[in-house]
């Protein structure tokens, strides 16, 4: 039984240049009208389960749900209340942009149950942040931070970004330090990925130089790591940090491969053994919120190929016993020629029950994954 819940607020008050999410900017006047249909998707997928388990994490992503209003959010959490109830000490998160902050609305979004604010800083470097298209700068983002402080949130998360164009290895250095002496309770920090067709590869191409080489992105990844250790903050997924006690709740229920609820566009669910997600379009979304775009069933073997890939993921990677008790695989003896040939490599680390990537395999671990799998 799912005990999580993901909304998808897809309104944003500017559409960054990277941005290949269900993110629109210039649509605000439809967010009470979306948020309505969220709650009668959310009361309509429910109605057929009576004796749901109540919630214990719900994650308003998006899009920037922090950029509506926040009675909005507060409408989807009563009805999320209703239909399945919320454990009383539910992580309740809220992704934002730092610009959409203020003490104000953080205490309205606390009284509404949100517990845990995620903002996405990415940079406190202006000329990186007008590089990637975002529409805050280096002061709002510490203004931002510190309404959510002093608007009474304990719980931050930042969102941080590297391999941006125009970062330099000292930029990166700077971004952190400055960041992490705030005392975040969690940090997540990805390397920029560029979709396709994306509008910042018209003004920084993929082989431009004001990119940072292989080298110092790999550079950049150590020095987080190492950064982020020294501020409390304990790796325990490859591009996730926290103080011990602040990992995200929500979070671990996909890298733990639990099934999960999901409500809105494009919002992607793992429930009864099937993936299946939301219309992308708004427009056919809101036309028909019970539609899916995509449905998977989930055999036996695409499970357990995912409890591999996401549970390596994890710093303390997969429990190869739990597994075998779980999916009836000996993996360390049906891949064990991969094993050890990773293993010599660096990439891979075995000890006791635990299978993990060394530090060097998460640099690669989309190939060392898939090597493995
Ligand atoms: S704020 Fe976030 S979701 Fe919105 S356009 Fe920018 S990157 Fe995408």
Partial sequence: MAKSAYIHIPFCSHKCDFCDFAAFAGLDDLSQEYCDIVIREIHERLSAE????????????GGTPGYIDPDLLGNIL???????????????????TPQTVSEEKAALWL????????I????????????????????QAFRGLSAAAFGGFDNLALDLMYGLPEQTLESWSRTLDELLALSPKHVSAYGLTIAQNSPLLLRYPKDSDSYPDEESFEQMYYMLVEKCARAGLLQYEIANFAVPGYESRHNMTYWKNQEYLAFGVSAHRYYKGRRSSNFRSLKRYMRDYLGLE???EIDA?????????????????IDLEELNRKFGLDL?????????????????????????LTQKGVLISNSVLSELI
């Fill in 50 to 61: 009576p004796n749901h388990e109540p919630l214990e994490t719900v994650f308003f992503g």
């Fill in 78 to 96: 009563e009805a999320l209340r209703s239909a399945t109830g919320i454990v009383p000490d539910a992580e309740i998160t809220m992704e934002t």
């Fill in 111 to 118: 009284r509404h149950g949100i517990n845990r604010i995620s």
């Fill in 120 to 139: 996405g800083v990415e940079s406190v470097s202006d000329l990186e942040l007008k590089a990637m298209g975002r529409d805050h700068t280096r002061e």
């Fill in 294 to 296: 995509t449905v998977e």
């Fill in 301 to 317: 073997e695409t499970a357990l190929k995912e409890a591999i890939f996401l549970g390596l993921r994890l710093r303390k990677g």
């Fill in 332 to 356: 360390a003896e049906s891949r064990a020629s991969k094993i050890e040939e990773l293993s010599e490599l660096g990439l891979l680390e075995k000890d006791g029950s635990a299978l993990r």
